[in-house]
Each structure stands twice: as C-alpha cells, then as structure tokens.
C-alpha cells in the first residue's frame, strides 16, 4: 500500500512523546510506503527527519510557532478554534493543503491520520480512504484534571475541554475505521462518540515496548530507590511527581527512614523543582538514559490522578523488570483486550500506596530477585510487531473497501 500518515507531532526523538508513530512507521515500513505529513514543533531540526529518511517515501514538516503564552492569550486561542476560526498561515492548514496537493497528483491507499491539532488538515481530505488514530481519550484526561487543577486554571481546562470533544466527534464522524491504544481509551470514547449512529469500526492497537532497549543489566534490584520517569511537564505527570514528594514518602520513610525519590525525566515544572529540594528526594530533569535510575530502583510509583491512553513509563519499568505500584488508572491501561490485567500492586489512596511502596522496599532490602513476571507480561502483550500487524490489517481493510466497485458487496 502507499500510505499517506499524517501527525501533530514529529516522532523523533524517542524522548519527544510521539515515539508511538516512530515504531508503527517502522513497522509499516518494512511492506509498504509512507510518505510522512507532520507538525513540528520548537525542537524540531532537519537532523530528527533524517532518522525518518529510511522509513520513508518522503518527510515533509510544517513548523509551529506555538510557545508558552499568558493564560489569557491561550484561552482566547482556544476560544478561537473552538469557534471555527483557523489561521490562514497556521500549520495544520498547511498541512492539509500540502496533503491535498500529493493525493492530486499521487495514488494515496489510505490516510493514517493522528492528532487533535492537525484536525484542520481533515477539511482537505475529502474522498481519501481514512483511518484515525484517536490514540487516548483526551477528553477523559481533561475532565480528570479538573478535581486537582488551581481555581485560575479551569477557565482554560474547560476551554480544552470543550474544543477536544468538537476534535473526537469531527475525526469519528469522518473516519472509516478508529484506533485506540487501549481498550480502556475505546470503552471511554466510542459510546459518546457515535451518539446514536451507527458504531464505526474500531480496532486497539497498544503502544509497544523495545525489549532489546528496556533490559536489564544487573540482576539485582536496588535497595532504597523509589523511581518515578516520564516528561515532567505533563500535567498527570506532575501531579503524581508532587503527589509522591509531599504525600507519599512522608508515610513511606516513617517505616523506612532510608527511602529515596528519583523523579527522573525532562522539563520538570517550577513547583516541582522547588519540592524536588525537600530531604530524600531527587529531581534529575532531562537525563540521556533512563535505564540506569531504573536498574537503581527498589520500586516504581506511578500514582496517577488523572490521564489517558497507556502509561509507557509504566510498561518500560516493568520490562526492566522492577516491581511497579500504581494507581487503579495507570494499571487500568494496561488491561488487554482480551482481559488481562497487568501483574503490579494497586492502590489509589496515599497510606495504601505508601504501605504497598514500603512492602516492596523491605522485600528488596532482603535481596530480592528483579521480577520476571513483569516482563514477560509487556513480552507478551505489548509488542511493535504485534502493534504493526493490527494497525496494517485495519489500513487494508479500508483500503481494500474504497477499492470495490459500487454496488458489490463485500463476502
């Protein structure tokens, strides 16, 4: 098939959040074409679309200019799209026009679309056979925020709020076939989304996880280590870092006074960085290699307020193999299709958690062994080519559709 993928982030780096296209191009790659579409963004460089250069036909970037604002200035941004207005000049419209001008002049299959922001391009894609990664329920992330963020923030959220559930219904209205990363983000979405329609086809295709990468080294846990990872600028992540700092190993160290906090992971906000300065705590901001702060774990803590879609950081932990507590939301997006829970402890309230963290940390402290059971469930369930297999057959399926002639019905 010739493929045209279009997405609201460039993904590469693997550290740049959309690591999720990167390995289904790869996968897609090895039997068809793709031609890549995608907005980039401030860190953006020629250099990250080379990377992308042997998976694909071609690679062309649309820049974006957006950059932290006022709250103001970003409310009345969203006010905006949110009333249809979409700049001339803006990315996602050039974008769809440059989308619009490749399927004039060349034989497109099907469109892989992905992404809230590029939802504009979709106005210059009429007639194309599509496919729409949803990838996580946005719109359930939003609403879970609401209970936790500041009183001055939730003009905004609901602002995000209200222009995310427009996005979700236009990209299920239009598509031929959705795709969610879990089963937990399509049993959330698809209900509403339909409204009484007829339900679209829907197929789940979890994220994946390198297990040549995500391996561990020593076959020794860590000791007193509690390790949390993940980009500490997104707001799930950030309530949890905080979370853990000012809640949770206050009740951890009363049972063990040597526990200490590794919040490892870029951009850690202002606040965080300030309760990063609190005794037993650590907070690295951006590190080239994640995997040794795993190795000198004892436990991962990964207590979640509020988010969507799978919590790679959570997969990554446990393919290293290091026994992992987390809330009922992080765990529940790990749930498979066909029933399977992920095998971590699971608590949602502070004391709970902190008893499950120190349960572990004492275990380890003994000398315990990395845990096997961890990795084989992300072996088993969570793999790119299994990701690539079911991602394809949904692409030629509609492809194979748009094909037929009016009038035949398909066997």
């Not at 194309?128 to 359930?140: E, G, I, R």
């Not at 901001?285 to 919590?311: H, N, S």
């Not at 349960?359 to 084989?376: F, K, W, Y």
């Not at 297999?389 to 009038?407: F, I, K, N, Y």
């Amino acid at each position: 098939m010739r493929i045209l993928y279009v997405t609201n982030g460039f993904p590469y780096p693997l550290t740049s959040g959309y690591l999720r296209h990167y390995f289904l191009i790869r996968e897609l790659a090895r039997w068809h074409g793709v031609t890549l579409l995608s907005i980039g963004g401030a860190d953006f460089v020629p250099e990250h679309a080379q990377a992308l250069a042997s998976l694909t036909d071609r690679v062309l970037t649309f820049e974006s200019a957006n950059g932290s604002r006022s709250l103001g200035r970003k409310a009345k941004a969203r006010l905006r799209r949110l009333l249809g207005g979409v700049r001339a000049d803006s990315p996602a419209r050039r974008l769809g026009e440059a989308a619009a001008a490749l399927a004039r002049d060349e034989d497109f299959d099907v469109v892989l679309f992905s992404g809230k922001r590029t939802y504009p391009a979709l106005a210059f894609l009429h007639g194309l056979p599509l496919v729409v990664d949803m990838c996580d329920a946005t719109s359930a992330r939003i609403r879970g925020s609401f209970r936790v963020a500041p009183l001055a923030r939730l003009p905004l959220l609901a602002l995000d709020y209200l222009e995310v559930r427009r996005v979700e219904r236009g990209l299920a209205a239009r598509a031929d076939h959705l795709v969610f990363v879990s089963c937990r983000d399509r049993d959330t979405l698809l209900p509403d989304l339909v409204r009484g329609r007829a339900e679209p086809r829907a197929t789940v295709v979890p994220n994946g996880v390198d297990l040549d990468y995500w391996r561990r080294a020593s076959q020794e846990l860590g000791r007193d280590h509690v390790v949390f990872t993940g980009a500490m600028d997104y707001p799930p992540n950030e309530d949890a870092a905080l979370r853990l700092i000012e809640t949770i190993m206050p009740l951890v160290r009363r049972s063990v006074p040597a526990a200490h906090l590794l919040v490892v992971g870029r951009d850690p906000t202002r606040r965080l960085v300030e309760a990063g300065k609190a005794r037993g705590v650590t907070v690295t901001g951006f590190v080239d290699d994640v995997r040794p702060y795993l190795e000198r774990a004892a436990v991962f803590a990964a207590p979640l307020r509020f988010g969507a879609g799978i919590q790679n950081k959570v997969l990554e932990a446990m393919a290293m193999e290091v026994p992992t507590v987390a809330s009922s939301l992080a765990a529940d997006g790990l749930r498979t299709d066909d029933g399977r829970t992920p095998p971590i402890a699971v608590a949602d309230d502070p004391r709970p958690f902190a008893e499950l963290v120190v349960e572990r940390l004492l275990v380890a402290a003994e000398g315990s062994t990395p845990d096997e059971e961890a990795r084989r469930f992300v072996s088993e369930c969570f793999s790119w080519s299994a990701a690539g297999e079911l991602l394809e057959e949904a692409l030629r399926s509609v492809a194979a559709e748009a094909r037929r002639p009016a009038g035949v019905v398909k066997a």
